[in-house]
């Protein structure tokens, strides 16, 4: 369920953030592998958390403009992280139409206290993180010329979520062919 409410950040910034005409770069695709580093995909959490209601209302609110939007949780029990317990990262993301990176991340920064821009690493675009409340989700996002992705986790800090982004990103999102 937190997930979901975080996810509410991502609809708001889609909604805000849809212009005219295309993107400047190549076209992309955005995948979920069946693992991201040390996370494996777990389709429980997904159903549990209810990550599908999230892509629909990120679809929703884009009027039409986010297309292939997709989603996946993952989880890493192993080493370090057996040790502090679980931790998890939802992922969801999508092409979106004629959005202007920099407005999709001011969009998503202005939607919450204490959002602040970030690398979006080596593939280019802008990113941001807004940190975790108490009992709440950190999230990061990054925005291209032709994609959007977010990833959102309960477990993790905002800086340590903000590497993952980075090291995620060339995992989920390919040229197109």
């Known amino acids: 369920m937190l997930l979901l409410a975080a996810g509410a950040l991502v609809a708001a910034a889609v909604a805000v953030v849809l212009l005219a005409g295309p993107g400047a770069g190549p076209a992309h695709v955005l995948v979920t592998p069946a693992k991201l580093g040390a ?5 429980q959490l997904a159903k549990a958390m209810d990550a599908s209601q999230l892509q629909r209302q990120v679809v929703t609110k884009s009027a039409g403009e ?3 939007v997709v989603y996946a ?3 890493d029990s192993t080493g370090a992280a057996a040790r502090a317990g679980p931790q998890i990262i939802l992922f969801i993301g999508g ?3 004629g959005a202007s990176p920099s407005g999709f991340i ?3 920064v202005g939607e919450s206290r204490g959002g602040q821009r970030t690398s979006a690493g080596a593939m280019a675009g802008d990113a941001a ?3 975790r409340i108490p ?3 950190a999230e990061c996002a990054w925005a291209d010329d032709d994609t959007f992705g977010v990833v959102a986790s309960p477990t993790l800090s905002v800086s340590a979520l903000a590497a993952e982004l980075r ?7 390919h040229l197109a062919k």
């Not at 090291?167 to 999102?173: G, I, K, L, T």
Request: charged share 25%; aromatic share 10%; with cysteine.
């Open 106 to 108: 001011s969009s998503f």
């Open 39 to 43: 996370y494996v995909k777990a389709p």
């Open 95 to 97: 092409n979106l139409k």
């Open 129 to 131: 993180c807004v940190p």
């Open 167 to 173: 090291d995620v990103r060339p995992q989920v999102e």
């Open 73 to 75: 949780v993952y989880e």
């Open 66 to 68: 986010a297309k292939n």
């Open 135 to 137: 009992d709440g989700v």
